[in-house]
């Protein structure tokens, strides 16, 4: 569990589609919350979240990485320059960079969301993205990746955990940069 990990390419759609399911992951968001602004994200509704990331998708480079067991896909993380992911940087978020320019810096990445399917929980895929995306930004020519996941959550099936645990990024290497809210520190990975 699982065998491989893989940069999102246009022809691993299908695999997506099955793993964010009918409605879209996370009420229908589609990992498109940081991608689009807030107006945008209120008119939209589930199908027009699903083209929009679709479009993201064929339009390449890869968003994130997919995680499968066997021929199924069991996990998502979205990992890319912090300009990929524009709400991501607002100043009002606890995720805004820390200097002004990092948020269109090409070099200054960002894992934004994981998505993992129910029934692949609590066996350490979120570890195994999270070291597979350091190798991707790395190769991808990142010299920051950063994070703002949450400290603590009661319940492994919370879809707060959309931003990942503090406890995976810390394990991987991870070290704290901010902490604008209580809970969710800014942490980060220089190469």
């Known amino acids: 569990m699982p065998e491989t990990v893989k940069p999102l390419t246009p022809d691993m759609w299908p695999a997506f589609e099955d793993l964010f399911g009918r409605q879209g992951a996370c009420y229908g968001c589609w990992c498109t919350h940081f991608r689009l602004r807030p107006a945008i994200r209120r008119e939209n509704d589930r199908q027009r979240n699903k083209d929009h990331i679709r479009a993201r998708i064929e339009a390449g480079p890869p968003p994130g990485l997919l995680a499968f067991d066997g021929e ?3 996990g998502w993380m979205q990992v890319g320059p912090r300009a990929d992911v524009p709400e991501w940087n607002n100043a009002g978020r606890v995720s805004a960079p820390l200097e002004p320019d990092h948020g269109a ?4 990445w960002a894992i934004s969301c994981f998505f993992i399917r129910n029934s692949a929980r609590g066996r350490g895929l979120s570890h ?3 070291a597979a995306g350091i190798v991707f930004a790395r190769e991808n020519g990142a010299r920051l990746l950063e994070a703002c996941p949450i400290d603590q959550s009661k319940d492994s099936r919370s879809v707060g955990l959309f931003v990942g645990s503090t406890r995976v990024f810390e394990k991987a290497g991870f070290t704290r940069v901010a902490e ?3 809970g969710r520190p800014l942490v980060r990975l220089e190469f």
């Open 72 to 74: 199924k896909a069991v």
């Open 128 to 130: 195994r993205l999270v």
């Open 180 to 182: 604008r809210k209580a």
């Open 105 to 108: 810096d090409p070099m200054i």
